[in-house]
């Protein structure tokens, strides 16, 4: 990798900065390079040495979205693997990722929403108000049966919190 004539950056310099704000799968990484007119030879031999270093992984990656995914704005599995599709990670990774989301947390996940959504809603009509918490968990890839199972969990703890 030779640095470029005059004032501008090498390729490791452009993908070090384009990683200093956040991870990187290694196709964002070629496709940022490529953006930059780099040759072929220097983006391969770019993306290798930050595979050695450790700066790229997208094994690595894929889990980390994964869990910050769970623990920031719940959404369903299935939300997940289109998200982690999207970025364009090797399907083994996808599915090693995923392990960490399984149906357990799923419920968990739906559970959390629809109590955030119907305490947002609850000044609704008690029908608009189901609606809305519905379509919302929907809307977040949750399947129908799990996004009306944790609507009615939410619901029902309510009912037992004011009853106290």
């Known amino acids: 990798m030779k640095k470029r004539t005059g004032a501008s950056m090498s390729p490791m310099d452009h993908a ?23 040759g072929e030879a220097d983006v391969d ?9 450790g700066l790229l992984d997208d094994r690595r ?13 719940p959404v369903s599995r299935r939300h997940l693997y289109e998200q ?7 399907e083994e990774y996808i599915r090693e990722a995923m392990e960490l989301a399984d149906g357990d947390t799923e419920r968990e ?7 955030k959504f ?23 890839g949750f399947s129908y049966d799990v996004a009306r199972s944790a609507l009615e969990a939410a619901l029902s703890e ?7």
């Open 118 to 140: 119907a305490r947002q809603f609850r000044d609704l009509e008690p029908e608009k108000r189901r609606m809305r918490v519905l379509n919302r968990l929907q809307a977040r």
């Open 109 to 115: 996940n739906a559970l959390a929403v629809a109590r």
């Open 45 to 53: 031999a770019t993306v290798e040495r930050l595979k050695e270093l």
């Open 16 to 38: 070090l900065k384009y990683l200093a704000v956040k991870d990187r799968t290694v196709s964002e990484m070629q496709t940022y390079l490529d953006g930059r007119d780099f």
């Open 84 to 90: 982690l599709k999207g970025h364009d990670l090797p």
């Open 61 to 73: 990656y894929a889990q980390r979205f994964v869990e910050t995914r769970l623990s920031s704005k």
């Open 158 to 164: 309510e009912d037992e919190w004011s009853e106290s």
